[in-house]
């Protein structure tokens, strides 16, 4: 081989090298990307508000899930169709939203994947097991025998060094299972079913672990600490209202809502260590370790804040619309949305919040429930494309760049 074909070859071998790097798919195994709860994704998300495909199948509140090229969906309710089919739904992220399969179940709650398995908290109170490859029911089990509305709304599970954590909203329990089979390992529960008001447990909350530690509320206002190994209780604290958000850990505390304050509470002991008023909502903030910023969804926008002082005055605030939805950073975006009659979704600089972009739906029908981009969801960022759900337009969207392979590039045109 001659010195310029063996130079020409090399090139070819490191454009594929690039090509299957890019091509890699990244993963978002469960509500806001991980067991710690931070919303935090490493990768740049979508750049411009570019709808690479969407789906409609039905009325969409929780968190998709994505692992390799396919992305997890499940739809739930639709007041303006009340005998809509509810399933969970997996779709071929590169073929344009190309439905793989289906399973009859309606959940309200963010999916998890455990290794093979897509975890599905039901509306009828039982939690589902199904293959991922096809959508088979591996197992399903009664873990709340009286949900109430919203089913395990409460509960998008955890998968943690390889048992899945839930919250049950009638008895403000934890239950831990083996996700080999659906056994109960453990629990714990915080009272009699039904007996703290409607419910014994916030709605549209998580558990979230670390070190070894599960962290999760209950009785509304309570935030407790356990063992995951000796299954016994650490601490716990008791807060000045109900509980809006999901634990979001940091190294040595961790961060959540009530619907009037964000505080910062001790890992070690259940201390607080600061706290501040807000407007909270549904959403679990976001945080970015790496640069001690917290981004919270508040009833008028967002709100960055340094996690080395939540009192401080804030790094910056956007004012739009009421955030329910979880925000999620990733690169150097934070992306979040708004539930109002016309609904948006905003990806502002994470640094200092100016508008990247935004795309804003079709106005709500007129004499219909409106909730759009709606509750404890959050999107889903995977190789740099964005997936959310939509209520009233029953919409999957994927944001992101149209990616072209170079299907010109060939052995023979680069071999001469």
Same mark, same amino acid.
């Given at each position: 081989?001659?010195? *310029?074909?063996?130079?020409? =070859?090399?090139?070819?071998?490191?454009?594929?090298?690039? !090509?299957?790097?890019?091509?890699?798919?990244?993963?978002?195994?469960? =509500?806001? $990307?991980?067991?710690?709860?931070?919303?935090?994704?490493?990768?740049?998300?979508?750049?411009?508000?570019?709808?690479?495909?969407?789906?409609?199948? $039905?009325?969409?509140?929780?968190?998709?899930?994505?692992?390799?090229?396919?992305? =997890?969906?499940?739809?739930?309710?639709?007041?303006?169709?009340?005998?809509?089919?509810?399933?969970?739904?997996?779709?071929?992220?590169?073929?344009?939203?190309?439905?793989?399969?289906?399973?009859?179940?309606?959940?309200?709650?963010?999916?998890? &994947?455990?290794?093979?398995?897509?975890?599905?908290?039901?509306?009828?109170?039982?939690?589902?097991?199904?293959?991922?490859?096809?959508?088979?029911?591996?197992?399903?089990?009664?873990?709340d025998e009286t949900p109430g509305f919203f089913g395990?709304?409460?509960?998008?599970?955890?998968?943690?060094?390889?048992?899945?954590?839930?919250?049950?909203?009638?008895?403000?329990?934890?239950?831990?299972?083996?996700?080999?089979?659906?056994?109960?390992?453990?629990?714990?529960?915080? $009272?009699?079913?039904?007996?703290?008001?409607?419910?014994?447990?916030?709605?549209?909350?998580?558990?979230?672990?670390?070190?070894?530690?599960?962290?999760?509320?209950?009785?509304?206002?309570?935030?407790?600490?356990?063992?995951?190994?000796? *299954?016994?209780?650490?601490?716990?604290?008791?807060?000045?209202?109900?509980?809006?958000?999901?634990?979001? &850990?940091?190294? @040595?505390?961790?961060? &959540?809502?009530?619907?009037?304050?964000?505080?910062?509470?001790?890992?070690?002991?259940?201390?607080?260590?600061?706290?501040?008023?807000?407007?909270?909502?549904?959403?679990?903030?976001?945080?970015? &370790?790496?640069? @001690?910023?917290?981004?919270?969804?508040?009833?008028?926008? !967002?709100?960055?804040?340094?996690?080395? @002082?939540?009192?401080?005055?804030?790094?910056?605030?956007?004012?739009?619309? *009421?955030?329910?939805?979880?925000?999620?950073?990733?690169?150097?975006?934070?992306?979040?949305?708004?539930?109002?009659?016309?609904?948006?979704?905003?990806?502002?600089?994470?640094?200092? $919040?100016?508008?990247?972009?935004?795309?804003?739906?079709?106005?709500?029908?007129?004499?219909?429930?409106?909730?759009? =981009?709606?509750?404890?969801?959050?999107?889903?960022?995977?190789?740099?494309?964005?997936?959310?759900?939509?209520?009233y337009t029953n919409t999957l969207f994927a944001f992101?760049?149209?990616?072209?392979?170079?299907?010109?590039?060939?052995?023979?045109?680069?071999?001469?």
């Amino acid at each position: 081989m001659t010195l *310029k074909k063996c130079i020409q =070859f090399s090139l070819f071998i490191m454009v594929l090298l690039i !090509m299957a790097q890019g091509c890699t798919a990244a993963d978002y195994l469960t =509500f806001h $990307g991980d067991a710690q709860r931070t919303g935090y994704v490493a990768d740049a998300g979508p750049l411009s508000e570019n709808i690479r495909w969407s789906v409609s199948p $039905g009325s969409i509140d929780s968190s998709p899930v994505v692992a390799g090229d396919r992305v =997890f969906v499940a739809t739930g309710p639709d007041m303006s169709d009340p005998g809509a089919t509810l399933a969970v739904y997996c779709y071929d992220t590169d073929t344009g939203g190309e439905e793989l399969w289906t399973y009859e179940t309606g959940s309200e709650s963010g999916l998890t &994947i455990a290794d093979d398995l897509l975890i599905v908290g039901g509306m009828d109170g039982y939690l589902y097991a199904l293959d991922t490859a096809n959508g088979s029911l591996y197992w399903s089990v009664q873990a709340d025998e009286t949900p109430g509305f919203f089913g395990l709304t409460s509960s998008p599970p955890l998968y943690y060094k390889g048992l899945l954590y839930i919250l049950t909203p009638s008895d403000g329990g934890l239950h831990v299972y083996d996700p080999a089979d659906g056994s109960e390992v453990w629990s714990v529960a915080f $009272g009699g079913v039904w007996d703290v008001g409607w419910t014994a447990a916030t709605y549209f909350t998580a558990p979230a672990a670390a070190d070894g530690v599960v962290y999760f509320p209950s009785n509304l206002s309570e935030l407790y600490a356990y063992n995951t190994t000796t *299954k016994v209780e650490i601490w716990n604290v008791s807060l000045d209202t109900t509980i809006a958000s999901a634990p979001v &850990i940091d190294t @040595d505390s961790l961060f &959540i809502t009530t619907a009037t304050t964000l505080y910062e509470v001790s890992l070690a002991d259940g201390s607080i260590l600061a706290n501040r008023s807000v407007n909270a909502q549904l959403g679990t903030p976001a945080l970015d &370790i790496a640069n @001690d910023h917290l981004y919270v969804g508040t009833g008028s926008g !967002m709100v960055c804040l340094d996690t080395n @002082d939540i009192t401080a005055a804030p790094v910056w605030e956007r004012a739009t619309a *009421k955030m329910t939805v979880s925000p999620v950073v990733a690169g150097d975006y934070v992306y979040g949305a708004t539930n109002e009659e016309q609904s948006s979704l905003y990806a502002f600089s994470a640094a200092d $919040g100016t508008d990247a972009w935004s795309y804003t739906l079709p106005p709500a029908p007129e004499g219909n429930n409106w909730a759009s =981009f709606w509750g404890g969801s959050s999107p889903a960022v995977a190789d740099g494309t964005l997936y959310i759900g939509a209520e009233y337009t029953n919409t999957l969207f994927a944001f992101g760049a149209n990616v072209t392979p170079p299907s010109s590039l060939s052995l023979s045109s680069m071999i001469v």
